[in-house]
């Protein structure tokens, strides 16, 4: 269910809206146990995706690398080759 919240600090170039919106969603999702929540909570639901994006963008914003920026292409094809030597996933 959180497969999408990766780390997001540190990037060239940097994470975009989306990204940090895909994150807040995976984590309501979590938190909440459900990935559509029923029409009474709705409301509650996306406010709280709305309101943890906000925050995570201000968290990005504010924190301080000591470190090079990393390249994302570079990241995702060691992640791709993490996950097939691990042989938990099909290699295309």
């Known amino acids: ?8 600090h540190n ?17 309501v999702r979590k938190i909440a146990g459900t990935t559509k929540p029923s029409k009474a909570n ?4 996306e406010k ?3 309101e943890i994006a906000h925050v995570t ?3 990005l914003d ?11 292409e570079e990241e995702a ?3 791709r080759a993490r996950a097939a030597r691990s042989g938990r996933y099909a290699t295309a």
């Open 11 to 27: 990037f060239e170039p940097a994470a975009t809206t989306e990204e940090v919106s895909a994150a807040a969603l995976q984590y």
């Open 77 to 79: 094809a060691k992640a």
């Open 62 to 72: 504010d924190l301080v690398a000591t470190t090079p920026p990393k390249n994302r």
């Open 1 to 8: 269910m959180c497969r999408n919240i990766h780390t997001l």
């Open 57 to 59: 963008q201000h968290l």
């Open 42 to 45: 709705q409301e509650a639901f």
């Open 48 to 50: 709280a995706v709305h």
